[in-house]
């Protein structure tokens, strides 16, 4: 006779691939290959337990199917999800820089479900050009002679580069040899670009006489780059755009002027917070042949890289093939043309976001708090954390008007470094997202990157992390 092993004879409770597959708690995986996968690692899991501790439960089909669900659910979820923006920082290229305003989605919406005229003259019922779809707007808006449309500016400043000036050098201050962040170095570019760089200048101090003394007849055009995110004081001296308009001119050298963030209308004239910023139509005054600048940042649009300037400049940047690769999607346009729209109609100090976070006051953002507060306090309380609203500093962010600082309110959460670790990683770790910054001994949600927010899903999410924390 032989024994029968105990072990064995309990997994043979165990229930098989295809009847769990077929079950409804599998959902939408069910019977899929996927789903096949993880049902066989499961039950390989369960076998293992079985066989190591005799008086393991062996799940039933419903409660196998439900974790296998679970476990695909959360593997392939898309990674892309939506935050709420605790961090005061308004345009955080980690978060997605601007959020749109309601006529970009609306336009994107409909774009996006059907067919469209991204290269279709209706006029004509012939082939169009997606070049064409913002020109208008943008000429109007900047004064600009011609303009074109890429991906990023970092593939417009490449495409300058690439176009105007490959084998040849390109002239630039060493006080402007910059990183914008994410890897975008001005000596890079060039390289890749195939443009040999010329530096003139010093860090702190470039004048025109620099400038001149590098030009020779291999030189293929003058950059001028913002600064962005960084500022020199002290003995600085930096070369104006009239400046270098006026020896490019002199010589037939373009002159690209990549403003980075690129404002269309003036901040500061809606809110005394911030000082001014070089309007893009100002550039174009002074007579760049070229002036590169973002949609995401201070425009509050799309990812884009908006090209402006001189017909002959940008029709060579038009016609060079690698324009092909750095073109933007039919969803680019979409957005940017209803945001231009914005600008165009003067309703952009409202309806952006970008806009309507950057000009709230410090009165206005404690006022938004208020309620919030409120409704949390006891919870708070409950967890053993203190709560109160309190100054706290946000950033234009981005690479936008540099290290620019606001005065701004926030919700402050005191108490244990322990506890309000824990309440920042519940809350990263909601189902939506609430992302804070812990900074002198608090905790802190930002009122300017969230009052554009739902203030009732706001409390939802906060009251959820705090019943964890009780
Ligand atoms: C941000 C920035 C860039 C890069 O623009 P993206 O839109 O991020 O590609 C290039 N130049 C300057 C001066 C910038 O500030």
Known sequence: M????????????????????????LGKWRSTPLAVDIIRELLDET??????DDSTIIPDIPDLARQACAQLDDRFRSPLRRVLNGTGVVIHTNLGRSPLCESAITE???????????????????????????????LALTG????????????????ALTALSKRKEVIVSRGQLVEIGGSFRIPDICRVSGAKLTEVGSTNRTRIADFRAAVSDRTGMILKVHPSNFRVIGFVEETSLAELVALGKEFGIPVV??????????????????????????????????????GDKLLGGPQAGLVVGKTATITKMCMHPLMRAVRPDKLTFA?????????????????????????ASVEELEEWLKPLSIEIQSATEDTGL??????????TGGGSLPEEELPSHALVFSGSQRRLKALQTDLRLADVPLIGYLKDGGFHLDARTLMIESREEIEVLLLAGLEVES
């Open 144 to 159: 600009a002679e011609d303009a074109l449309v890429t991906n990023n500016n970092a593939s417009a400043v490449l495409l």
């Open 386 to 395: 203190r709560l109160e609203i309190g100054p706290s500093t946000s950033y």
């Open 257 to 294: 002027d990549d403003l980075g963030s690129g404002a269309l209308d003036n901040l500061s004239a809606h809110t005394t917070q911030l000082p001014s910023e070089t309007l893009v139509r100002e550039s174009v005054e002074a007579g760049a042949d070229v002036v590169t600048f973002s």
């Open 335 to 359: 957005a940017l043309s209803a945001t231009l729209q914005e600008y165009l109609t003067g309703t952009h100090t409202q309806s952006l976001p970008i806009w309507r976070m950057l000009t």
């Open 108 to 138: 994107m919406n409909a774009v996006a479900r059907g067919y469209s005229t991204l290269e279709y003259d209706l006029k004509n019922g012939r082939r169009g050009s997606r070049h064409n779809l913002v020109k208008q707007s943008l």
């Open 47 to 52: 076998r293992q337990l079985v066989m190591e």
């Open 2 to 25: 032989t024994t029968i092993n105990p072990d064995k004879n309990r997994l043979r409770d165990l229930p098989k691939v295809d009847i769990i597959l077929q079950h409804e708690a």
